[in-house]
């Protein structure tokens, strides 16, 4: 998104020659539409647009006639995997889980955890009813367990009001509006930008050289971590300060195609409180949406890192299980298609968050350009948005106006 941004907003402003060096063989990076069962789209990466009112990403589906669906997250149901139910005032707990992490806003959020059962010990479905609505709450959102997270780590961004909504026929449709008329070049994985010349220098895994004038570097967090591009000269000790001060989470995805529906039909979020805390806590029921029978069911955080490895059939067995725990016996899945984005080379997890200790000014420095020739965009470089479709937008956004503001080169084209 901060790339096809750039590159859409820079044809915009009147530069012709602009390429896109992606690492890829599909364009939209973290936003992606595959097809499950044959051809019906499901996205693997981002799903909602968060906060439909001003968002930049609302504005485009209307003004390309993108059909979108708000999701109503009070429309849900909760299962729990045994018997056993929790109190009436088993929801107080969360409320006072957060009057204690006011006190100590820099305190990882597991510490916390820990504290609040020590004053207060619960029934264990109380507390398992509290590990449900943390990890969904919280886990789930930042992509990261408690323990990496405290009150002041998860309360800097902002966020635009109205709705959440989902794209029924896919969220690529609106990378595929920015890309249309782009120079991307597929299959070309930068490892190397040498920006101590005139021209900056780009050289690809394939052994291709690119020269420019000016770069905007848009990969992810996960791969600049990785340093899998080198840098020369080595880029300032802000920025790298930038890049370590910040973490990349993990959301993965288990979508699920059955011939029909077995469970809460018109129910749009389904809740599960298993024995272990963020498995399989979440589900969304795609079917008001699409009018498919598709289950996409979410893990985020050490668990979902954690299920990278194995394969995918017992990673069904398991989302099969957690469904079976609520609905009694279930037919197979028809399809599934599962996402690794951890182990995904060209995004090394799912999207930031910023560690206990750290703080949001890390996203600000992460965005600053580097002289006049390196700009930096991507979700991780946005201060208010972080994490977000729209904030990897607004960043590129801001990157093509970076470089229209500066007074033109002499030479070579921007990559
Ligand atoms: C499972 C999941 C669910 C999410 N849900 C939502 C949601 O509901 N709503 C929301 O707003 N956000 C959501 N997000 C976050 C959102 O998808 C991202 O914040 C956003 O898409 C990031 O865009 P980006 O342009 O910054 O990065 P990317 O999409 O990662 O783009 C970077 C591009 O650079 C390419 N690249 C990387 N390294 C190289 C290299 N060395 N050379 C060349 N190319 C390279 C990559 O292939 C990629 O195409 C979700 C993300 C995931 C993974």
Request: net charge negative; proline share 6%.
């Amino acid at each position: 998104m901060a790339g096809l941004a750039a590159g859409a907003e820079l044809h915009a402003l009147g530069f012709a020659d602009v390429a896109i060096l992606e690492a890829r063989d599909r364009i939209g990076g973290r936003l992606w539409t595959d097809a499950i069962g044959g051809g019906i789209p499901v996205d693997l990466g981002a799903s909602w647009i968060h906060g439909t009112d001003g968002n930049p990403i609302t504005a485009i589906a209307r003004g390309n006639s993108i059909a979108t669906r708000s999701t109503d997250y009070d429309n849900d149901v909760v299962h729990f995997h045994n018997a056993e139910r929790p109190s009436p005032s088993a929801r107080r707990a969360l409320r006072r889980f957060w009057r204690l992490a006011e006190r100590q806003p820099d305190t990882d959020l597991q510490s916390v955890y820990e504290q609040l059962l020590e004053i207060e010990p619960l029934t264990v479905p109380d507390r398992r009813y509290l590990d449900y609505l943390l990890n969904t709450i919280v886990e789930h959102e930042h992509a990261a367990d408690l323990r990496n997270l405290s009150l002041e780590s998860i309360q800097g961004g902002d966020a635009y009001g109205g709705h959440d909504a989902v794209f029924p026929r896919g969220y690529g449709q609106v990378a595929g509006v920015l890309a249309d008329g782009l120079d991307i070049r597929f299959l070309e994985a930068v490892t190397e930008i040498d920006y101590a010349g005139t021209d900056i220098v780009v050289t690809t895994a394939a052994g291709a050289t690119f020269a420019a004038t000016r770069v905007v570097v848009t990969a992810s967090l996960g791969v600049l971590k990785q340093r899998r591009i080198s840098f020369l000269p080595a880029l300032p000790l802000r920025k790298r300060g930038a890049i370590d001060g910040l973490e990349m989470g993990v959301l993965n995805k288990t979508c699920l195609l059955f011939d029909d529906v077995f469970w809460d039909d018109d129910v749009e979020v389904i809740g599960y409180v298993g024995a272990r805390r963020g498995q399989w806590a979440e589900t969304l029921n795609l079917y008001p949406y699409t009018g498919h029978p598709i289950l996409m069911m979410f893990n985020a955080g050490a668990y979902g890192a954690r299920i990278e490895r194995l394969s995918d059939q017992e990673i069904v067995a398991q989302a099969v299980a957690a469904l079976g725990s609520m609905y009694g016996v279930i037919p197979p899945p028809r399809d599934a298609i599962i996402t690794r984005w951890r182990s995904d080379p060209w995004s090394q997890g799912s999207y930031s968050y910023v560690p206990v200790g750290s703080s949001y000014q890390r996203y600000a420095e992460l965005g600053e350009p580097v002289g006049d020739k390196l700009f930096f965009a991507g979700e991780a470089t946005h201060v208010e948005y972080p994490s977000t479709v729209h904030g990897a937008f607004l960043s590129g956004i801001r990157a093509a106006r970076q470089i229209a503001a500066l007074p033109a080169p002499p030479s070579a084209p921007t990559v």
